[in-house]
């Protein structure tokens, strides 16, 4: 079985620029993540879906940064328009569904923005 | 409030030692903790979790970890450490009501020396 799948792996940006990670779950996970990880603030959660609905959108990260559900198998993280802070590694994670099931990571998404 | 610390950034052992990375919570109410490991470049990996029942809960690679409620903790050890064990740790925690979000700590690199 195919596990998350995370798109591009690595991802170097201008200032300025709008970058879109991509993100596949886990066939038939209902629960779809996007965390950030950085050295100094460790894992952030950025948003969380479930059944496509967004059900978190981690409040500090809503200006720039938008995820979306288009379906069941495919969500992307748009951020707009990047900035040198936004560099880090970007998690993407999918569930079952139930509230204390095991989350299954991909590899990460690897950014810098010069 | 930090809901999860890791009190060790770094730990050190030699291969066949045993080990334990050190997790502490502080809530009072339900909670769901587990721990992941990441390898480098890479993303989380699930080992164990605990909700309710045995406080001493098995995971993959002769990994276990123990509650409790009156030291708030819950400690990863392995008995014999491999190489291919270093990694990063990271314990997290979910607390009722709101399941559907992790809190992690901030890790612990566990280096394995021949």
């Known amino acids: 079985d195919a596990g998350v799948t995370q798109t591009p792996r690595h991802e170097v940006a201008e200032k300025g620029q709008t970058i879109i990670l991509k993100c596949e779950p886990v066939s038939g996970h209902n629960d779809l993540f996007w965390y950030r990880q950085t050295k100094i603030q460790g894992l952030e959660l950025l948003s969380y879906f479930r059944s496509k609905s967004l059900m978190e959108d981690g409040g500090a990260f809503k200006d720039r940064f938008k995820a979306e559900m288009l379906n069941s198998s495919f969500s992307t993280l748009k951020i707009q328009p990047t900035e040198p802070k936004d560099s880090a590694v970007y998690l993407c994670?999918?569930?079952?569904?139930?509230?204390?099931?095991?989350?299954?990571f991909g590899p990460g998404t690897r950014l810098l923005v010069l | 409030t930090q809901t999860v610390s890791q009190s060790d950034a770094h730990v050190t052992v030699f291969e066949g030692d045993s080990v334990e990375l050190r997790c502490n919570y502080s809530y009072g109410g339900s909670i769901y903790l587990s721990w992941y490991i990441q390898h480098h470049g890479r993303g989380l990996q699930f080992l164990l979790k605990?909700?309710?029942?045995?406080?001493v809960v098995q995971g993959v690679n002769g990994f276990e970890a123990e509650f409790s409620k009156s030291d708030s903790s819950f400690h990863l050890r392995k008995a014999s450490v491999h190489w291919s064990d270093s990694a990063v740790y990271f314990c997290a925690a979910s607390i009722w009501p709101n399941y559907n979000v992790l809190y992690f700590g901030s890790g612990t690199k566990l280096t394995v020396e021949p």
């Open positions: 605990y909700y309710s029942g045995n406080p």
């Open positions: 994670a999918s569930r079952l569904g139930a509230n204390q099931d095991t989350q299954y």
